[in-house]
């Protein structure tokens, strides 16, 4: 039941501190002393491949990342769809699949596992899935039933799940140091709390922003390395629920062309990873030029000032609380059901 929220997507985006409190009860114990990932009973990998579509596949950029970070484990995404087209079946020795997806029915990843002969680890909401079947070993996410069409709490549990995975195998491999892994896992037990303020800040502000933003046609998520998969995250709320056109670029990339689409008052959302710094000199020639700025980052004065200490191997995941709220916000604006829009269905079951 939705409560007191107006849609789902609200109630979903809201319940994310509590889902992330309930899966790091569970999945913290077993982290520092690399269980969580020694319980798998899966060897060693020496290379990652992970598979997912659409907000899992951006969940899948920040852990794959995660691994190699930590873990200095090779890993790539691979979108489940292009699978065939890009993974050379004589390319999977030593490779590990991990296949992220929330119902754990998506077609296209199910499809893409017929042709992987390797172990394969699920990271799913549904532990009795096809995809939890089919899979050697699965990580739950428990972050109960989604009912909007839009993944936000599904996405946050992902990551943290993936992130949790990752730092075990980093302490189970030893590639990290026990002090480097319990820093990581301190970062991991501040996450609810971190979430909850993101949540509180960032709803006033969506709510005004989205007002002076509901009649723009096209907007800009623009981030570096950690943050980009956020980037592209909130680019994807953005489209599905408000039907506004969203491009994702790195920050250096703007320079390189995509400049000159920018006019007085293209709504540019700016996430910080790492440096705020390293941001600096995109947002300055974007202002310059008449862009609204719209800073998700740890400085006071920023839009939305959702983040804060030292930048986790998982990037800034708080950002995207404020852009699932900036979406939703701009989708009510414009009359739209942010809970069941245009074309989807929660589960995409069709090749
Ligand atoms: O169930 P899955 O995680 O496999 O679904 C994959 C995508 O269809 C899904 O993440 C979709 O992109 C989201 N509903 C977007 O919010």
Redesign the pocket.
């Known amino acids: 039941e939705r409560g007191a929220y107006d849609d789902f997507m609200e109630k979903e985006i809201a319940e994310q501190p509590a889902v992330v409190g309930r899966l790091l009860e569970r999945l913290l114990p077993e982290v520092a002393d690399g269980r969580l990932w020694s319980r798998t009973g899966l060897a060693a990998p020496a290379r990652l491949r992970f598979l997912?579509?659409?907000?899992?596949?951006h969940a899948a950029e920040v852990v794959a990342r995660t691994f190699g970070l930590l873990g200095g484990v090779p890993a790539e995404v691979v979108v489940a769809s292009e699978h065939d087209e890009l993974v050379a079946p004589g390319s999977q020795d030593g490779v590990l699949t991990v296949a992220?997806?929330?119902?754990?029915?998506?077609s296209d990843?199910l499809h893409a596992l017929d042709a992987v002969r390797g172990p394969v680890l699920a990271i799913t909401n549904r532990p009795h899935s096809s995809l939890a079947r089919r899979s050697d070993a699965v990580l739950e996410t428990g972050a109960g039933p989604e009912i909007g069409?839009?993944?936000t709490k599904?996405?946050t549990a992902q990551v943290v799940a993936g992130a949790a995975l990752a730092i075990a195998h980093a302490a189970a491999t030893r590639s990290l140091s026990r002090r480097a892994v319990a820093q990581h896992g301190l970062q991991l037990g501040s996450l609810p709390g971190r979430l909850a303020a993101a949540h509180t800040t960032s709803f006033p502000v969506a709510v005004a922003l989205a007002e002076e933003l509901a009649g723009a046609r096209s907007f800009f998520f623009v981030s570096r390395g950690a943050g980009l998969p956020y980037a592209a995250e909130g680019a994807?709320?953005l489209k599905?629920i408000t039907y506004r056109n969203a491009e994702v670029l790195p920050a250096g990339e703007f320079k390189h062309g995509p400049i000159a689409l920018i006019e007085q008052g293209t709504p540019v959302l700016l996430l910080e990873s790492g440096d705020p710094a390293r941001l600096a000199g995109a947002a300055a020639e974007l202002a310059a030029r008449g862009a609204r700025v719209i800073r998700v980052g740890s400085g006071r004065t920023d839009t939305f000032p959702v983040l804060s200490g030292p930048a986790p191997a998982w990037g800034p995941l708080e950002s995207v609380v404020a852009l699932q709220h900036l979406a939703r916000c701009i989708a009510v604006a414009l009359g739209r059901d942010a809970d069941k829009p245009r074309n989807?269905a929660?589960?995409?079951t069709v090749l």
């Open positions: 997912a579509c659409g907000s899992s596949r992220i997806s929330q119902s754990g029915e998506t990843v069409v839009a993944a599904t996405f994807l709320k599905e989807l929660k589960s995409v």
